[in-house]
């Protein structure tokens, strides 16, 4: 399936065929909710930061103004990670996709965590609300018969009619 290298013109933006990811973040940066989207992730795929041994003695409690405190469960493995805190800095932020940590703390503490359920700890991330924001008009004219036409090139109807319903929707 190709789709055409046309690119028009709505209200400053280019559209055109985009990757869903890319569509996707554009929908996070729009809502303002793309940074908690990447701290979450950091959160749940601990494992991939720390690796499952450390992970399975550590869980990340919350993550507040770029600290990220981690509960441990014993003092010697709370030293231990002292000694790799840059090395998980780096690691957490190379996994974000930029910096959202800038510093670790340990704490002493027992997890409640159940086996390969990264759900069942309380993971906060503490920033203050964000302000409500009315959604974006349907769009509606000439851009929704440009939302139409590039989404002529998706082959299955189900999807095709899915990518039009979010895009009038939200207007991108």
């Not at 340990?106 to 203050?128: M, Q």
């Not at 509606?140 to 319903?165: H, N, Q, T």
Request: a positive charge.
């Amino acid at each position: 399936m190709r789709f055409s290298k046309r690119r028009s013109r709505v209200r400053g933006a280019a559209l055109g065929p985009s990757s869903a990811r890319r569509a996707f973040g554009n929908v996070l940066k729009r809502h303002g909710i793309a940074k908690e989207v990447r701290e979450h992730r950091l959160l749940l795929q601990w494992d991939k930061v720390v690796g499952p041994r450390v992970a399975d003695r550590t869980l990340p409690d919350r993550l507040e103004k770029g600290v990220l405190w981690v509960r441990v469960e014993t003092s010697s493995w709370m030293h231990q990670l002292s000694f790799m805190k840059e090395d998980i800095i780096a690691k957490a932020n190379a996994l974000c996709g930029e910096d959202v940590v800038t510093d670790l703390h340990f704490h002493l503490g027992r997890h409640n965590r159940k086996a390969n359920d990264p759900l069942s700890a309380a993971i906060r991330i503490r920033r203050p609300p964000l302000p409500e924001r009315a959604l974006p008009q349907p769009a509606r004219g000439r851009a929704l018969r440009a939302i139409e036409d590039e989404a002529k090139g998706v082959e299955d109807d189900d999807l095709r009619e899915a990518i039009i319903d979010v895009r009038r929707r939200l207007n991108l």
